[in-house]
Each structure stands twice: as structure tokens, then as C-alpha cells.
């Protein structure tokens, strides 16, 4: 993909909110979101803006080369596990 690294983040984001969001939708139709669960969620909510904060300040640093670099080892990383946890 040939996108700015600011770009890429800001549409994988917009991606995984919308998802996100979707879920949230669904989960809500069947009764599945509750009060108790919302709160559990909170923490996790601060936890995703803590990485966001962290990742702007490490995306800020890296070069285009670097970051892209990183992507791909991250990407190559997920689909491993992805197959390893299919055995």
C-alpha cells in the first residue's frame, strides 16, 4: 500500500472504529451489551488511548522506511499466528 504513514494509521483506525462500532450494534440487537459490561470495558478503553499515544510518538520518530518495515514484520507476525492457532 503506498500511503503516508500518518494516512495508513488514520484509515486503520477509521477502520477498526467502524468495525468496532458494528459490533457494538449487533451485540446491542441481541441483548448482549450490558451495563456490567460497558464498565468492564472502560479500562480497555484507556488502554487503547495509552497505545495511541505511544504509537503517535514512536510514528513521529520513525523514518517512512523504518515504519513501513515494522508494518510488514507486524503483518507477517499476525498472519503466523493466525495460521498457528489453526492447528
Known amino acids: 500500500i503506498d500511503l503516508h504513514k500518518n494516512l495508513l494509521v488514520a484509515c486503520i483506525n477509521l477502520s477498526f472504529t ?3 462500532l458494528a ?3 449487533g451485540l446491542g440487537t441481541l ?3 450490558t451495563r456490567q459490561a460497558l464498565i ?3 479500562p480497555g478503553v ?15 520518530k520513525a ?6 518495515k515494522l508494518v510488514l514484520v ?3 507476525c499476525l498472519g ?3 495460521v498457528m492457532s489453526a492447528y
Request: net charge positive; proline share 0%; aromatic share 6%.
Open 63 to 68: 523514518s517512512e522506511e523504518t515504519f513501513r
Open 74 to 76: 507486524l503483518l507477517i
Open 40 to 42: 468492564l470495558a472502560i
Open 18 to 20: 467502524l468495525s468496532s
Open 31 to 33: 441483548g448482549l451489551v
Open 80 to 82: 503466523v499466528n493466525l
Open 23 to 25: 459490533m457494538l450494534a
Open 46 to 60: 484507556f488502554l487503547v488511548l495509552a497505545g495511541i499515544k505511544l504509537g503517535s510518538i514512536l510514528r513521529r
